[in-house]
């Protein structure tokens, strides 16, 4: 009988730390979510972020590819005064 009682004492005492793991499993299934939320939140920022530099990227070849093209339009023109003054 008294293997009985000692594996009796030993079931009862395990309900408490079954409830105590059982809370702090809640709590990281909360922490877990909000980690989950602010990742969400940082790969939407990240995306825009990306998107926003691709159009800055598209503007500044824009400019590059103008500033080539006066570069080239003034040696034409440099070109021709040369040609006229011969």
Do not use: C, F
């Not at 499993?25 to 909000?34: N, T």
């Not at 691709?54 to 103008?66: F, K, P």
């Amino acid at each position: 009988m008294q293997d009985y009682e000692l594996i009796a004492q030993e079931v009862s005492s395990l309900g408490p730390r079954i409830h105590e793991l059982e809370e702090r499993l809640a709590v990281l299934a909360e922490q877990i979510a909000d980690v989950q939320k602010v990742n969400a939140r940082l790969e939407a920022a990240a995306l825009n972020t990306a998107r926003s530099l691709g159009q800055i990227a598209t503007h500044w070849d824009a400019v590059y590819e103008a500033m080539r093209r006066d570069e080239i339009y003034a040696e034409g023109e440099r070109d021709d005064d040369m040609r006229d003054g011969d």
